[in-house]
């Protein structure tokens, strides 16, 4: 008796879920030491210092009626303020406050953005393989997940595939870049390429379509790379942001929506959203967190070489060993062949002790994906493992 | 472009955040001290001092990587089970982790029960007044919200009303008790009553009818009276808490579902619930606070006293002044009979700087809802307005 649409999910519910759940169990089992849990993207490395002082200094310094009392449905004026300044400053833009809204994460963002947008039968495209939740996160309002499979191999944008792909019903396209669960980051020339396609379609369907960026990993990347910020290259652009993965701050639920004054309607879609943040039941994004943040901006790249150095470590061991692997650019995942048939292989790694998610999770089977952001430990201690796993699947080709 | 359902909203947007964006307005033509706001439920009287010592604690003694990791999307375990023996000890219940999914407040957890139950279609009753956010919350999954009129005058349940509206659609009731915007709260014989009418009803039917509790104002009765603790009085209730009001954490977001064990399906509704709160992008609820309120459950009812001060002294002052008024038994709400057209009234008051909502804002004109949680200070510079008000509204009738 209870929703149809989510008595279908309890069936299955979430393999990365499930798999940190299987981490928690074995951890128990054999000591968490001798898990090697590359699952979840949850950051092993700890939140800048920075974020404890800010928190500790609102909460000995700060009016607790203030700090803990509503404040506007979007956030504090001062702290999205903040957050538009330090784009303009890092980007080049010119965001005021009323660009910005505060948000319950990357994953909030998203639903506020979708509710904001879509109508009952609506088409969001997004570059397959995937994030699955945005299945989820599209179907909420009515809407349709449509997937365009990214390029063979080097999995970057293949924007001819996003043109053929729209259609009068198709209200966006989510991109994720730097990209989980591949690693890839798509570089000025696919973002103009893409930007270019939207705007042709736009025009010749005479509707607008909305590039939906879900960049929680924009200062993840490697080798000197950066993702290009996308207000930059199409105007009916609209971000959702999330220090989870920047700052380590995952379980605090804290993120922003941006919408650029470009954006068609900008006004009408910013109070919309403002409206939307409010009767999905977040209300607002929580207050601490929001003054928090507003006090770190400067420290979004703090863990970036330790991140660098780990994905260092993992790519070059493994394709050392054999393995065919995606060289990750950005984010903190590795997206690996299996040498085998997936599920076999996600089987076969547990007896090692080694988790992550097969690619089937991400509408792409017959890959991996290692979240490696774990302890340098937890790479090191994995690699016999990894290495075993290697050869049994070599003899048993 | 954007969203049909949501557009339309945004001609209207929420009276209640109007009036408080109004009271921003004029206290900074005029001074903060100058204006008297009764128009949101932001509680004036601080967080316990547990909370911040609590949240200062976390914060200097937890492995951050822990504290502000993901946990599982009901919540960390430890938490629920604080929670769950706290009602355990209070009410008689015999609850456990299981029984308990911690949210972003009671907006937060009544979005993931309506998620998790509807259908489209499915219709919802509510006793009216009622705050209207729930005709969007039930929209929200392609329901509908059926007001129930509660009896004149004394705005208590009307239990034969209810079970008229009752029809093959309805999947449940909303009620919030202690009542918001009529402050009464509802005793033992009126939820028996409603109890008897949802079996009967569940029975002849064949289907179950969910009571949807909505107690963010639990903690707040007055001269003795308690809340009853609905899951003791009908099998098929799901709770939904927050420490908005009892601990004066409204901008921070922490709340909770309970799916007691004899709940029809609990393991199903409980999962489903699990899914929701993933999906509709809230992940979990913020982690820092589930691990505060975990420590203060003893100090939900730490301002009780200031309340019912402000109360007694609002009440005793409006009803000397000759306005009619419902005596208020619960939450911190005052619900009054204007002494002349609704919104001339509402608008005339402005001239005073007293701010409060209409009562059509809650689907019943003639009324205003006068939130008295705010400083002692703010009630007695609003009398002399009010006085001037009432006379004013004499001389034109």
């Known amino acids: 008796m209870i929703s149809e649409k989510i008595k279908i999910l309890t069936a299955g519910n979430s393999a990365i879920r499930a798999m940190f759940e299987e981490g928690n169990r074995l951890a128990a089992l054999y000591g968490r030491d001798k898990v090697y849990d590359f699952s979840l993207g949850n950051p092993n490395f700890p939140a800048p210092d920075s974020v404890r002082q800010a928190m500790m200094d609102e909460l ?113 396209i989510i991109l994720n870049n730097p990209n989980n669960p591949t690693g890839v980051v798509y570089g000025e020339a696919e973002i103009r390429e893409l930007a270019a396609v939207l705007e042709e379609r736009q025009k010749a369907l005479g509707m607008p379509i909305y590039l939906i960026s879900d960049e929680p990993y924009r200062e993840l990347c490697y080798d000197g790379r950066t993702a290009p910020f996308l207000t930059k ?57 929001q003054r928090a943040v507003a006090r770190c901006l400067g420290d979004c790249t703090c863990n970036l070489d330790k991140y660098d150095a780990n994905r260092r470590l993992l790519y070059g061991e493994l394709t050392a060993m054999g393995y065919t692997c995606v060289k990750p650019q950005g984010a903190f995942y590795l997206w690996m062949k299996t040498p085998g048939e997936e599920s076999a292989f996600v089987e076969a790694a547990k007896k090692y002790h080694i988790l992550f998610v097969g690619g089937s999770n991400f509408n792409c089977s017959g890959y991996v994906r290692i979240a490696y952001c774990v302890s340098p430990d937890t790479i090191r201690g994995s690699l016999p493992g990894f290495s075993a796993l290697y050869k049994e699947f070599q003899i048993e080709r």
Chains 1, 2 share one sequence.
């Open 233 to 289: 290259y199409y105007a009916n652009t609209i971000l959702g942001y999330s220090w989870s993965k920047s700052l380590s701050l995952p379980g605090e639920r804290i993120g922003y929506v941006c919408v650029p004054d470009a954006c068609e309607d900008h006004d009408l879609v910013f109070k919309a959203a403002g409206i939307a943040n409010r009767i999905l039941g977040f209300v607002n994004a929580p207050s601490l967190q």
């Open 60 to 172: 000995s310094n700060e009016d607790p009626v203030l700090l803990h009392g509503y404040m506007p449905n979007v956030g504090y004026e001062d702290v999205r303020k903040a957050v538009a300044d330090n784009l303009n400053e890092r980007f080049g833009t010119g965001f005021q406050a009323n660009n910005i809204l505060m948000t319950v994460g990357a994953a909030g963002a998203l639903n506020v953005i979708l509710k904001t947008l879509l109508n009952p039968g609506d088409e969001v495209l997004t570059v397959s393989p995937y994030f699955l939740e945005y299945g989820n996160y599209v179907s909420n309002y009515g809407g349709r997940l449509i997937p365009v499979p990214a390029k063979a191999d080097t999995f970057m944008l293949d924007c001819e595939a996003v043109r053929a792909a729209i259609t009068p019903k198709t209200k966006g």
